[in-house]
């Protein structure tokens, strides 16, 4: 059984930078597509990034340029590079991990999530 550990969430002041980690057990990273999600209490989960076992890189539109998605197979962590990062990016960011990279396009089709961690942008 596939698990996910993320971690690296905090409270930062806007344009700040965080770093998440995804760290994957029970497998290897390799097997599977990576993605990253947020949630904000009342809203959908909404995916930020993805990055295939290419490592081809998608992003959403809000964090476009400002957000870098990376994997260590080596390691077996994902990672999520956040910087400028902004108010309305404060939300719960959780880890997915998929056998085909069209499972993460929706949130009801992962196979596997992280148990979130917290990340708070304020002033």
């Known amino acids: 059984q596939l698990q996910l550990v993320d971690s690296g969430g905090a409270l930062v002041h806007p344009g700040g930078s965080l770093r998440l980690s995804c760290a994957v057990s029970g497998d290897s990273l390799v097997n599977y597509d990576i993605g990253w999600y947020r949630q904000v209490p009342g809203k959908e989960r909404e995916r930020v990034s993805t990055i295939s076992k290419a490592g081809l890189r998608n992003y959403g539109d809000s964090v476009k340029g400002r957000f870098t998605i990376s994997r260590d197979n080596a390691e077996n962590t994902a990672y999520l590079q956040m910087n400028g990062l902004k108010v309305e990016d404060t939300a719960i960011y959780y880890c997915?991990?998929?056998?085909?990279?069209?499972?993460?396009?929706?949130?009801?089709?992962?196979?596997?999530w992280g148990q979130g961690t917290q990340v708070t942008v304020s002033s």
């Open positions: 997915a991990a998929a056998t085909s990279l069209f499972k993460l396009v929706n949130s009801e089709t992962v196979n596997y």
